[in-house]
């Protein structure tokens, strides 16, 4: 089958929303509530809780490249990268319960700190690659249709921000019924269950034939990286995954701060949450129909623009709820569009190398893109706690100074219009839509 003849259905478009609703569990627990469980709970301190992400992401962009190494690789009756779901899925659930299971006996301490390291390398760093990597390489691989590609990565979107917007508005109520670790425990389960979902309910059907069984090219790596080295459109994306990730990491890690600290309810993350989110699934609603019509690279350009307006906005709320409401509401609209267009853009990105060098290579494309995106996520929590760090927030302390409270407020709102307007850049400087029409005619026509 060649990818194109075959339109998906509703139940995998569904399966392949679950798989990043089980993996977003984890990244919104971790988003919004590692920082403060590490900073407020076991008592280490913002800078080394930034460092320590830091120093993670550079670990994880080796691991990241030997997973996409190891994804084109791999060759089973299931296909590259769909198998590697089902065998990830329990390491998920255990590294998230790992992850919120300090003991008590090292808070405040050096062991504390060790544990940290340990525990949030062993899941960000192999167990999250091995599940996210080929998890995005999927979508590149079950179809070959631009308009079902960016229809299925709206609806993964739409599923993941519905995912985010649930954990954001229950933690903090269950946190204070059953704890840290009880609190991951159930979340743990849950995303077990959307991981399995999502391998049972896909299939690549790329190589697919007549029984199912799905034939793959194995691809070493001494053909794939100089092939990879001469798509410039492979540069431009890793380094949009990675700014575009600083942005949204370090609003949603300082979310919990502005919260607590600015406002002084911990309670209101949940409208926060609500304003952002629910304007981006909206978004995400009517943003497959937008793409057909103008093309993705037409509607990431608005997105951006809407996020930076957003992003100013939220800035300047100080602590004025209903303007930070107003400007979030604004960012939810631009993040719709950027959020599901980046990830369809990938695939679009594999299909151009193949294209232009002959050499199809969904693992190390994503590989690249994916260490721009975890650098982005670990960058992103770091530039955030530094920002505390530096305007001198002390998580024991029982009131914050005036430039601890200005730093959080820079954090949660003007970082990301800076990030925003950087985004906007690499935008107009992708521009894979002008050839994507051809790009399709002439692969179809190589595995016809």
Known sequence: MDGKSKRLSFGEKLA?????????????????????????????????VGTMMLL????????????????????????????????????MAIGLVLLFAVPKSMYGTHAGLVYAYVSYIFLNCIVYTANNLPYNALLSRMTL????????????????????????????????????TGCA???????????????????????????????????????????????????????????????????GASTYYYASTVLGNITVITFLSMAS????????????????????????????????????????????????????IIKGFGMGPIMSGVFALTADVVDFGEWKTGVRSEGLVNSCTSFGMKVGIGLGSAVMTWILAFGGYDGLAATQTESAVTSIKFAYGYLGAICAGICLVLILLINIDKNINQIQKDLEAKRA
């Open 16 to 48: 392949y929303g679950m798989g990043d609703c089980g993996a977003n569990v984890y990244v919104a627990m971790a988003s919004t509530f590692l920082t403060g469980y590490y900073t407020d709970t076991v008592g280490l301190a913002a800078a080394a």
């Open 56 to 91: 993670a992401r550079i670990f994880d962009g080796i691991t990241d490249l030997m997973m996409g190494a190891l994804v084109d690789k791999t060759k089973s009756k299931y296909g590259k990268a769909r198998p590697w779901v089902m065998w990830t899925a329990p390491l």
């Open 145 to 180: 249709d631009v308009h079902d590609r960016a229809s299925t990565a709206s609806m993964r979107f739409v599923m993941t921000q519905i995912t985010t917007l649930v954990i954001n508005a229950v933690t903090a109520n269950l946190i204070g019924v059953i704890g840290w």
């Open 185 to 251: 425990i159930v979340f743990a389960i849950i995303e077990f269950i959307m991981l399995f979902w999502c391998f049972i309910g896909c299939k690549e059907h790329i190589g697919e034939d007549e029984t199912g069984v799905v034939k793959t090219e194995q691809v070493p790596l001494n053909k794939a990286l100089p092939a990879l080295l001469r798509n410039q459109y492979f540069y431009l994306q890793a380094i949009l995954f990675l700014i575009l990730y600083i942005g949204v990491v370090a609003n």
């Open 277 to 328: 989110t629910i304007p981006a699934v909206i978004a995400n609603f009517i943003n497959p129909t937008l793409a057909v019509k103008y093309g993705k690279r037409k509607t990431m350009i608005v997105g951006s623009i809407l996020m930076i307006i957003g992003s100013i906005i939220i800035g300047l709320a100080n602590s004025n709820l209903a303007l930070a409401i107003c400007g979030l």
